[in-house]
């Protein structure tokens, strides 16, 4: 928000109550004093024309207090003008970087949501090649299993061959024996 202060000019009567004068203004402004007390027109060589009598130096001093004052309000206005353009400019900074952040933590946010999304993906793939590997081991043991039962099975079949082979062998001996006999 600008607030204005306006300066005017304060209409001040003079002694002899012309309402339209400001006697003391134009003293005030042309520093036209008689015996330090009072302004008038000769004082003013001819700049204070309207004032008809006196101007009393209370009320110049009146009028340059308000003036003073009113210079002094001015400039305290024009200071807190420009701390407000600096504040306000600070605040326009500060949205910007809320609003940069606030990008950022949407982009990290994403990121976080496709990170989690992988992580779950990897996690259902762990899972799948966990059970292909444990169905692949069943598989493994099972042929081991079946291995060695042929293993065995081939291990019995030598042996009955082999007590066929000594049993024949030993018909043979026999035989030729009964053979050589006859």
Do not use: E
């Not at 300066?7 to 402004?29: E, K, L, M, R, Y």
């Not at 110049?60 to 004052?69: A, D, R, T, V």
């Not at 400039?75 to 504040?87: F, H, R």
């Amino acid at each position: 928000m600008i607030m204005t202060i306006i300066i005017t000019t304060f209409n001040t009567p003079s002694v002899a109550g012309d309402w339209h004068c400001d006697c003391a203004g134009a003293c005030f402004d042309h520093q036209c004093y008689v015996d330090s007390n009072s302004c008038n027109n000769v004082a003013c060589s001819g700049q204070c024309s309207c004032c008809t009598s006196a101007c009393p130096q209370d009320m110049y001093n009146s009028i340059y207090n308000l003036k003073q004052q009113l210079a002094t309000a001015n400039q305290n206005y024009q200071t807190a003008n420009q701390n407000y353009q600096t504040a306000n400019q600070n605040y326009q900074t500060a949205n910007q970087n809320y609003q940069t952040a606030n990008g950022k933590l949407s982009t990290c946010n994403s990121n976080l949501t496709n990170a989690n999304q992988n992580y779950q993906s990897a996690l259902g793939t762990i899972d799948t090649v966990t059970k292909a590997r444990d169905t692949c081991c069943t598989r493994a043991t099972t042929l081991a299993g079946g291995r060695d039962k042929a293993i065995a099975d081939l291990n019995t079949i030598a042996n009955v061959r082999r007590r066929f082979f000594h049993n024949d062998n030993q018909r043979r001996f026999f035989q030729d024996d009964d053979d050589r006999r006859k």
